[in-house]
């Protein structure tokens, strides 16, 4: 959507666009790129599945950068604080007579973004495509607010979340409060001992992770987290750096890759429901199918998912025997065996 929208734009430019170094921000590969094939291109993701793809074509990314630019490209995500956070930070780092342009759906904000470019840039340039908002600035006239830009910026730094000892930043999943269906799972996870090898799958930044480790006497070997957001997961390392257990990090697309040596003796997850409007709820059906790949014979799983997903079927083709623990606000918990 957003790649149309911008291939699109790019079409209808009066002006050309800065020849130079180019920054790329959260944006997939797509036909957009015939028009950037002069310049010297960067590419910043936090996300897994799009680095992938990134280095299908042969091109490395980076989480972030400290580079000036003369032409800067935001795809933007669903997440207004991480939107301003970017803008504001990156925003510093544009060359003078540099282009900036933010590319965000319609649904997902445009016009709450749009007045917060006019409040950042003292012009604003507005064109709409494929259910998609594009705002350009040009630094050979317009003026950026250089205060409110480091303001924004430093929303980005790792904040506690209200009641707990975990940090997280804005954009991460559940990134305000612990999410209600982690919450429950807990309650049950802290009732369990833990041995073995265990494997928290979409991890986030730690938190029921930390809630196994927090256990009396827990025995366990090791534990590996899988994250697809790079940013969360270096929250989990420092969430969970006061334990002693052997900790591993791995950023990856579980959907894809759950790199391992040996399998596991349990698996813990909260995993995601869908993709943008995907209502086969593949994406969490998948989480389960790499839990029972990964899991030892007789090892265990425990799910937490809304109520209404239909996983039910899923569980019961891939495990021994499953059964419901727990069934409360809107969130079923389950314990499953390999």
């Known amino acids: 959507m957003q790649s149309k929208a911008l291939t699109f734009h790019f079409t209808t430019l009066d002006t050309p666009l800065p020849s130079g170094d180019a920054l790329l921000i959260n944006a997939a590969p797509g036909p957009y790129l015939k028009h950037l094939a002069d310049h010297n291109l960067q590419v910043i993701t936090a996300l897994a599945n799009t680095a992938d793809k990134w280095a299908a074509k042969k091109i490395e ?34 060359n003078p007579g540099g282009t900036f342009i933010t590319v965000i759906p319609n649904k997902t904000g445009a016009s709450r973004l749009s007045k917060d470019f006019s409040k950042l840039f003292s012009e604003k340039e507005s064109s709409s495509k494929a259910k998609c908002r594009i705002f350009q600035t040009s630094l050979t006239t317009a003026t950026i607010d250089d205060k409110l830009a480091r303001k924004w910026a430093s929303l980005n730094k790792p904040k506690l979340i209200k009641d707990t000892e975990l940090c997280t930043v804005p954009g991460v999943f559940s990134a305000e409060k612990i999410d209600t269906g982690s919450e429950l799972m807990s309650e049950i996870l802290k009732q369990e001992s833990w041995y073995g090898s265990v494997a928290d799958l979409g991890s986030a930044y730690g938190y029921l992770s930390h809630v196994i480790l927090s256990t009396p006497r827990p025995k366990m070997k090791n534990l590996c987290l899988y994250e697809l957001d790079q940013r969360a997961l270096d929250c989990a390392k420092q969430n969970l750096s006061a334990f002693d257990t052997k900790i591993e990090y791995h950023w990856t697309d579980v959907t894809q890759k759950v790199p391992h040596e040996r399998k596991f003796d349990c698996v813990i997850m909260n995993p995601p429901f869908h993709a943008a409007q995907d209502s086969s709820f593949a994406l969490g059906k998948k989480f389960i199918e790499q839990a029972a790949n990964i899991l030892k014979p007789g090892g265990t799983l425990f799910l937490v998912a809304n109520i209404h997903l239909p996983y039910e079927e899923d569980i019961q083709t891939l495990f021994r025997s499953h059964r419901l623990l727990k069934e409360d606000k809107g969130y079923k918990i389950f314990l499953a065996r390999k």
Not at 64 to 87: G, M, P, R, S
């Open 61 to 94: 990314t980076a989480v972030e950068t400290d580079e000036k630019f003369d032409l800067i490209i935001h795809f933007a995500t669903k997440f207004a604080t991480e939107n301003i956070a970017t803008i504001g930070r990156y925003a510093q780092q544009l």
